[in-house]
């Protein structure tokens, strides 16, 4: 079975994806920012939310979004 144009593109996509790519120093203070104020939520959350399905759906949601936060931080020129 051959690669077809689409499925070429999504391999791209997956290689720039999963690239390893070092958090610069200049960009360093953003990241702590952001994980501080992540990490914050994250407490807030667990403080006043009964643990719950939904909790644990907004404590996931808030580590994926500071992944993505974190790649775009990493991808920006």
């Known amino acids: 079975m051959g690669i077809d ?3 070429k593109l999504v391999l791209e996509r997956i ?3 999963f690239e390893h790519v070092p958090v610069p120093a200049e960009k ?3 990241y702590q920012k952001l994980h501080e ?3 914050e939520m994250a407490r807030g959350i667990v403080d006043l939310c009964q643990d719950s399905m ?3 759906s907004a404590l996931q949601a808030l580590e994926q979004s500071i992944l993505w936060t974190d790649a775009a931080l990493r991808r920006a020129a």
């Open 28 to 30: 360093q203070d953003r």
């Open 37 to 39: 104020a992540a990490r």
């Open 5 to 7: 144009a689409t499925d």
């Open 54 to 56: 939904e909790r644990s």
């Open 15 to 17: 290689d720039t994806a």
